[in-house]
C-alpha cells in the first residue's frame, strides 16, 4: 500500500484545506458559486425551451380544433327594412355560406328610423 497518496477525506487533505490562506478559500468559493450558478442557467434554459417544444404542439392543435368548429352568423337588413339576410362565415374552411331571408326584427326598423344620418340605398 502507497501511504503518500492520500484518498478524498483523508486527515492530510484537511490539514491542506486548512492550509488554505482567506484569499484562495475566498476564491474557490466563488468558482464554485460561478459554476453552480452556470449550471443552474443551463438547466433551466433546457427546460424552457424543451418545455415550449412539449407544450406549444398541444395548445396550437387545442386552438385549431375550437377555430375550426367556430361559425360566425351576419345579418343585415335589405333595403326595404323589412327582411333580413342570413349569412355564416365558416372559420374551418373559410368559406361565406348564403343562408335564408327573412323578416327582420322590429328594432332593426326602428334603430333606423331614429337615425337621420342612416345609409340609404341609391340616395344621396
Known sequence: MN?????????MQARKVARLR???QRAKSARVAIVISLFFVLVIAAVLVGGRAVI?????SAAASRDAKRV???VY???????????SFDNGTSE???????????????RREKTPLSFAWGGR
Open 96 to 110: 361565406l355560406i348564403e343562408g335564408a331571408i327573412d323578416q327582420c326584427p322590429n328594432n332593426v326598423t326602428k
Open 77 to 87: 337588413s335589405m333595403p326595404d327594412g323589412m327582411f333580413c339576410r342570413h349569412l
Open 22 to 24: 482567506p484569499d484562495e
Open 72 to 74: 360566425g352568423e351576419i
Open 56 to 60: 406549444d404542439p398541444l395548445l396550437q
Open 3 to 11: 501511504a503518500a497518496v492520500p484518498y478524498a477525506g483523508s486527515p
